[in-house]
């Protein structure tokens, strides 16, 4: 089966998925078809699904990120530990979201230059970068910031529509552009399928896995920022866990863990899917732990799924062959 034929599959199946919640979340809640609620469903996610749009280019070039989680806290905490001690607040924004690209940008040329995996070199970002957010501000809870900056967070910017939305849909547009557009998503696709071929037909290939990990890192960084302006304070531990919404949002979308396939517009419909079902659960009073095992449970099916249907036309090939 071709890739377009596959990811255009996926994402009728996706679809299908995404009405079929839809339609169940109503039967369970007079509120759940409220305008409100569909704003909300988004704006108590809005930080993992930009990041999800970001690690869709990492995943697809071939790569994963698990440290976008620990670099939004990472951010958050140096925009936090910056006003703490008297820097100009737009100025410490700027250093936050300086600081977060500049942990993408030297796990990239880790990965780029060395060879070494980056599900290693990222495990070890995950951690060393909570670690560092941790040494920051260690067990205190910083706040109080411009009220300015906590309407940024909460306060509606286009109709009933928060900042965060329309900074992820504007991203969404231009990350689907850049992909499927653009001699750049031709080489991430590329590099994805051989990195090898890639570098044999002339790609930069270590040149565009630090661009892409700069920039995961740069966009963890903007989304710890507006975490930060949601909640009105920052801690060390803000975003544990997020890792695992992210990915299972990407992964679902259609994007092979292998890389080399997947769309955007997969993503779109596996993040509505994702924030759907949680908002379900919760609706229906599920405890959060179960959410997350559930999503987990998605993950895995996600994944299993996706290689059942890499299979298929390599067995139909043998079966033809033996026959």
């Known amino acids: ?53 970001a690690m869709t280019f990492v995943i697809i070039n071939g790569e994963i990120d698990l440290s976008v989680a620990s670099v939004m806290a990472f951010a958050a905490c140096v925009l936090a530990a910056a006003h703490e001690s008297g820097v100009p607040f737009g100025l410490a924004i700027v250093i936050a979201l ?23 070199v990222t495990l070890a970002g995950l951690i060393g970068f909570r670690g560092a957010a941790r040494i920051l501000l260690e067990d ?16 509606d910017f286009l109709g009933p529509m928060p900042f965060a939305l329309v900074l992820f849909l504007v991203m969404l547009v231009v990350g689907g552009v850049i992909l499927h557009r653009t001699s750049f998503g031709r080489r ?22 630090v661009v892409l990990f700069t920039t995961s890192g740069l966009v963890a960084g903007v989304a710890g920022v507006l975490f930060a302006a949601r909640l009105g304070s920052v801690r060390a531990n803000i975003g544990e866990g997020f890792e695992l919404d992210i990915i299972t949002m990407v992964l679902l979308g259609g994007v092979s863990i292998f890389g080399g396939s997947g769309t955007l517009l997969g993503v779109a419909l596996a993040i509505c899917i994702v924030l759907n079902l949680r908002n379900g659960l919760g609706l229906a009073n599920v405890e959060a ?3 997350t095992g559930v999503i987990g449970a998605l993950l895995i099916v996600s994944v299993l799924a996706q290689n059942l249907l890499d299979r298929l036309p390599l067995r139909r090939r043998e079966a033809e062959a033996e026959a």
């Open 1 to 53: 089966m071709p890739d377009w034929a596959r990811e255009r599959s996926w994402e009728l199946l996706l679809a299908a998925i995404l009405v079929g919640t839809i339609v169940y979340n109503t039967t369970q809640s007079p509120v759940y078809l409220d305008v409100d609620n569909f704003v909300n469903l988004f704006r108590l996610s809005i930080e993992k699904v930009i990041v999800a749009v």
């Open 98 to 120: 300086a600081a977060a690209a500049s942990a993408g940008f030297v796990q990239g040329l880790v990965v780029a230059k060395t060879g070494i995996s980056s599900l290693v």
């Open 140 to 155: 205190r809870s910083i706040g109080e910031f411009p009220d300015w900056f906590g309407d940024l967070g909460r306060a």
């Open 188 to 209: 991430v696709y590329v590099i994805g399928n051989n990195a090898d071929v890639a570098r044999f037909s002339g790609i930069d290939v270590a040149r565009v896995k």
């Open 289 to 291: 732990n179960t959410q």
